[in-house]
């Protein structure tokens, strides 16, 4: 059973979400608050597997539980839920470590399969999300760190390439290995490498890097 602690500030929709995760028979709600403020002693109690928060909540916001959640040692994965596609807050989150966005629009059952798919490490970005996300992050001036020229996945292979650009056009790991003829098991592996060699910790910063050098 896939663990879940959930932070929102609003009961209904704390209610909806533990009544949809249960129902799906893979996954349970261990511990629920209004905000992060005791996000850490949480995660220390109930070791979930994925935490999912709201952003906008009083005391201690998303950002902030992404943010402690990530500094702990072997951080679960965070999710961040937004009532907008395009939050100005997403950025700081991104930036804090969450591993994907969902909104919270999100049909019950995908809601499931999408905590289910996290939990395997998959992304848990749509198709949707990620393009308007990446669509408005290129638009903002250029990151002045690094040479002119400079190439981030030079120490790619050729495959790695591919699966980086893949990535990059919100494939799941299964759409990924469908496309390329390849196991899903193997397709992992490859995007371990590619984290690994890029120094970065989640998908959804790879597709921003992959997008931020216009290759997808």
Not at 42 to 64: A, C, F, H, S, W
Request: zero cysteines; proline letters at 6%; glycine letters at 8%.
């Amino acid at each position: 059973m896939i663990k879940v602690l959930l932070f929102d500030d609003e009961g209904l929709v704390r209610n909806g979400i533990r009544m949809i995760l249960e129902a799906g028979g893979t996954a349970e709600v261990v511990a629920e608050d209004t905000n992060g403020e005791n996000v850490v002693e949480l995660v220390e109690k109930y070791r979930p597997d994925v935490v999912l928060t709201d952003i906008q909540m009083p005391k201690v916001n998303g950002i902030e539980v992404t943010r402690r959640v990530n500094a702990l040692p072997d951080p679960p994965p965070v999710v961040v839920l937004t009532t907008f596609d395009l939050d100005e807050y997403v950025y700081e989150a991104l930036q804090a470590g969450a591993t994907g966005f969902l909104l919270k629009d999100i049909a019950p059952r995908a809601l499931v399969e999408a905590v289910e798919q996290v939990v395997r490490g998959d992304s848990m970005l749509s198709p949707r999300i990620t393009k308007r996300l990446i669509s408005s992050y290129t638009a903002q001036p250029a990151p002045t760190s690094g040479q002119p020229g400079e190439d981030p996945l030079k120490e790619l292979t050729p495959r790695e390439h591919e699966v980086a650009i893949l990535v990059a056009d919100g494939l799941s790991n299964a759409e990924i290995a469908g496309q390329l003829g390849l196991s899903e098991s193997t397709i992992k592996v490859h995007i371990t490498h590619i984290m690994a060699k890029l120094g970065i910790s989640n998908r959804t910063k790879l597709a921003l890097l992959v997008h931020d050098i216009g290759l997808a």
